[in-house]
């Protein structure tokens, strides 16, 4: 995250620190000689205050990379979680969560 006012770089997760709408993508890497001994791949999803919410993030081969829009109080956190295998899951130069508050609720009227 480029400004990283709400992220907390230990635990990878984001807490808004203001009431809007916000974008988050995450592209999860996957160790590909790993998928082809292991043969099944990973998933991670989206979570919200720590629970299943939104987009699993599914690797296709080497990559998988989703994102979404969504509407966040103050003090929601979002991390990327509940992984089938997090053995499976390559270094952090392919492996990414970034987000942005695109605006908040008084900008919309």
Do not use: K
């Amino acid at each position: 995250m480029l400004n990283t006012a709400g992220y907390n770089s230990t635990t990878g997760v984001f807490t808004s620190q203001t009431t809007g709408l916000y974008w988050f993508s995450a592209t999860i890497g996957v160790n590909t000689s790993a998928i082809f001994t292991d043969n099944n791949g990973t998933s991670c999803f989206f979570l919200v205050n720590g629970e299943y919410e939104y987009l699993e993030i599914v690797p296709f081969m080497a990559l998988g990379t989703a994102s979404f829009e969504l509407a966040l109080e103050e003090g929601v956190q979002i991390s990327i979680g509940h992984c089938d295998d997090t053995r499976l899951i390559a270094n952090s130069a392919t492996t990414h969560f970034s987000g942005m508050l695109i605006r908040t609720f008084d900008e919309i009227d």
